[in-house]
């Protein structure tokens, strides 16, 4: 029961690191900027530190195993997606923004996910769903998560 608890946790910290590494690389599927900036409605987002606590469900982990998970980030309004700069094994693509919505999708050598968030804001609601191959096994994991600003970036 050891080493399956010990691969559940390695697989979480895995999905947390997919959802908010972003992976290091950003790449934006926006085309020309836009002719009238000051007319153009951006993301309802307010830029600053944001705390981001997140929750997750594997394929065959009993519920509630894992405790939530909370961090912070600096977002900004040309920088939606939540991650952590450590992770660089990564490529982030398709970022595409749909109203107060941002998707994306994040892909790894052994793992592959897609994110979304929808901003209010001040909050946002989000969930990052990941895929995963362990020893020939193929396995999902879901993350939801809730952030909310709490104040300016430090710096």
């Given at each position: 029961m050891i080493r399956s608890s010990s691969l559940i946790q390695l697989m979480v910290l895995l999905v947390l690191g997919l959802m908010v590494g972003g992976c290091g690389k950003k790449e934006e599927t926006t085309s020309a900027?836009?002719?009238?900036?000051?007319?153009?409605?951006?993301?309802?987002?307010?830029?600053?530190?944001?705390?981001?606590?997140?929750?997750f469900e594997m394929e065959g982990m009993p519920a509630g195993m894992m405790q939530p998970q909370t961090f912070t980030t600096c977002l900004k309004q040309n920088d939606y997606v939540p991650r952590d700069e450590e992770q660089k094994d990564c490529s982030m693509k398709n970022v595409t923004i749909d109203g107060d919505?941002?998707?994306?999708?994040?892909?790894?050598?052994?793992?592959?996910?897609?994110?979304?968030?929808?901003?209010?804001?001040?909050?946002?609601?989000?969930?990052?769903?990941?895929?995963?191959?362990?020893?020939?096994k193929e396995s999902t994991a879901k993350m939801t998560m809730k952030g909310k600003r709490t104040g300016p970036c430090d710096k």
């Open positions: 900027p836009p002719e009238k900036p000051a007319a153009v409605k951006g993301v309802n987002m307010q830029e600053g530190k944001w705390e981001i606590t997140s929750t919505t941002v998707s994306w999708e994040v892909v790894c050598k052994d793992s592959s996910g897609r994110g979304r968030v929808t901003y209010a804001g001040s909050t946002f609601d989000g969930i990052m769903e990941t895929f995963m191959k362990e020893g020939g």
